[in-house]
């Protein structure tokens, strides 16, 4: 049990330090995305860094001055009969208490999505496969490994798999205008472009290993939202369908979309009014001002917010400068031994041979 309340007590250190840190980092993305007007690409950079934050641990290390403590000196105390042995602890410290709860946090949220993921892939097993040469899209066509699929169940495209991607499509798909399709299309081709997959991959990754924090939801939920502005971007200027025609099929999507369910391994159109409401004004922006264009100080935003990675990425060093024994001994006023150091006598062996005496009788005898 000892051994278990050491180890939590190292763990919860080290934890609470990375916890802190990246809490902060995501804060300063959240001021930086509400207080600048950024690029909808700077923004999702952004957001990738808060993420790739979250799993950076505290590794540089800063050597800190400490004084000698009772881990390298030890104040000897004789040994009396009333001495007695230290009893090992047999009850869980408050260190392993919140480890225990941390562990049991990420077995609940692993389990949640998997439950959700296997539900929806039932849900799917009634899905027809088709080809992508009849969709007559080239760029559709050029991904490879991508299977197509048509379900009853959808009401809007889904998009899942990370290593053999699939793109489910409603049944009533080709009742779409021409314009809408192709748009719907290219939207998705943007998100296997830009590996959206995998990204949802690493987020969910996160919300298991840190789900107790509102900040990693946060995350989570902007990294949506905007993969979406980014992707409607590209959908309206490779096609260059009007952003009124776009936002007007995105609404007769959004009115046949039953709730939308929590989170799985896919990408679908699953967001709250809120965001979809500012995923509406974001497009009729686009229709007066047209996308908004990448300038200089967008990077340097970027360059500013890397670079404090790094101080949020310390920890202190078992590495300490100690100070001499003997300033802690003036100090104290008691007197430390080292216990890993061999005794020596007074003087050193010499001193022995020269005050050393043996009786005649024991010279006799040799």
């Given amino acids: 049990m000892d051994y278990i309340n050491n180890l939590s007590v190292v763990w919860l250190q080290y934890f609470a330090v990375h916890v802190f840190e990246f809490s902060l980092f995501i804060a300063l993305i959240w001021i930086v995305d509400t207080v600048f007007r950024l690029n909808t690409k700077i923004r999702y950079w952004l957001w990738l860094l ?12 800063l050597p800190q001055q400490a004084q000698i403590t009772q881990q390298s000196l030890v104040l000897l105390a ?7 042995f230290t009893q090992q602890t047999s009850a869980f410290s408050i260190a392993s208490w919140l480890a ?5 946090s990420a077995f609940s949220f692993a389990l949640i999505f998997w439950l959700k993921n296997r539900k929806l892939r039932l849900q799917l097993a009634g899905a027809k496969a088709f080809e992508t040469d009849t969709l007559n899209c080239t760029q559709l066509n050029s991904i490879n490994n991508l299977h197509l699929f048509a379900s009853d169940f959808l009401q809007t495209p889904l998009l899942t798999g990370i290593i053999r991607p699939a793109l489910y ?3 009533n798909y080709k009742s779409w205008l021409p314009a ?18 995998r990204v949802l ?5 996160g919300l298991i290993l840190f789900g107790f924090n509102p900040l990693v939801w946060l995350t989570h939920r902007r990294l949506l939202h905007v993969r979406e502005l980014r992707c409607d971007e590209y959908a309206i200027g490779t096609t260059g369908i009007h952003p009124t025609e ?12 039953q709730k939308p369910a929590a989170l799985v391994s896919g990408i679908y159109f699953a967001e709250d009014s809120q965001a979809i409401f500012k995923r509406f004004s974001h497009i009729f ?21 890397c670079a404090a990675i790094l101080p949020l990425s310390w920890q202190c060093s078992n590495k300490r400068l100690l100070t001499p024994p003997e300033e802690n001994q003036a100090a104290s006023g008691k007197k430390f031994v080292e216990f890993d150091k061999a005794p020596s006598p007074v003087g050193g062996f010499a001193a022995i041979q020269e005050n050393l005496k043996y009786p005649k009788i024991a010279r006799k005898a040799g």
């Fill in 180 to 197: 809408q399709f192709e748009s719907m299309l290219h939207h998705e081709i943007a998100h296997l472009k830009n590996h959206d997959l």
């Fill in 285 to 305: 922006e686009i229709s007066k001002k047209g996308v908004q264009k990448m300038r200089w100080w967008h990077y340097l935003v970027v360059a500013s917010v």
């Fill in 50 to 61: 808060a993420l790739a934050k979250i799993f950076i641990p505290p590794v540089l290390q």
């Fill in 100 to 104: 225990l709860i941390w562990l049991f």
């Fill in 201 to 205: 991959a690493l987020q969910t990754a």
């Fill in 78 to 84: 004789p040994i009396s009969t009333n001495s007695v």
């Fill in 169 to 171: 499509l409603p049944a």
């Fill in 246 to 257: 776009y936002s007007r099929f995105l609404y007769d999507i959004l009115k046949n979309q």
